[in-house]
């Protein structure tokens, strides 16, 4: 996150909590803190969610391309396959057999 570990976010939070305890008070520092670990818990959630939803956006677009192409080369190579065994089956030779059998 912007280059700053989850442990140095904390501690700026805590060394922030800490220097503005003075002001707020003794009674009210806890519920603040509360507050704030809630809502940095949330925003880091939908962070991750915004995340993971962009990967699998990311995934599909890059995916469906490639399966189609790799069908497409798939569909050639039994095409090319298929011409190779009914040539090989019209002229056998010994290497067209031991390829054919395999």
Partial sequence: MLGTSYGELFFIIG???ASTAGLIGP????IIARTV???????IGY???GRGQIQSVMDQSLANP???ELKENMAQLQAIL????TASSMYPTPMA???MDN
Avoid: M, Y
Avoid at 27 to 30: E, F, I, M, R, S
Avoid at 37 to 43: C, H, N, Q, V
Avoid at 82 to 85: I, L, S
């Fill in 47 to 49: 962070i991750q969610l």
């Fill in 37 to 43: 670990g809630r809502l940095a818990g949330k925003a």
């Fill in 82 to 85: 298929h011409e190779f065994r």
């Fill in 27 to 30: 009674k009210d520092l806890p």
């Fill in 66 to 68: 490639v399966h189609e």
């Fill in 15 to 17: 060394a922030t909590a």
């Fill in 97 to 99: 057999r031991t390829l």
